[in-house]
C-alpha cells in the first residue's frame, strides 16, 4: 500500500503545472524528503514547469539540506 502511495505521489506532484512550497528550510535533516524532492525538482526543471519556494533564510544558510539541493534552489536567482 506504502509504494502505491509513494508512486501516486511522484507521478501527482512531477506532472503539474507549478509546484509552490513554502518554507522549504523544514526539509532541513529530513533525508528521505530531500532524496524525493530531488528528483522531483528534476523532473519538473526538465518538464520546464515552474517552481516556486520560499524559505526564511538564503540556500546557503540552511544547514541540514544536501548542497545538490541547494544548488537547485539558486537557479532561479
Known sequence: MQNNAIEEFKRYYRS?????????QFFANKERSQEEFFHTFNALLEGNQQIILTSDRYPKEINGVEDRLKSRFRLGG
Open 16 to 24: 503539474v503545472d507549478a509546484l509552490l512550497i513554502d518554507d522549504i
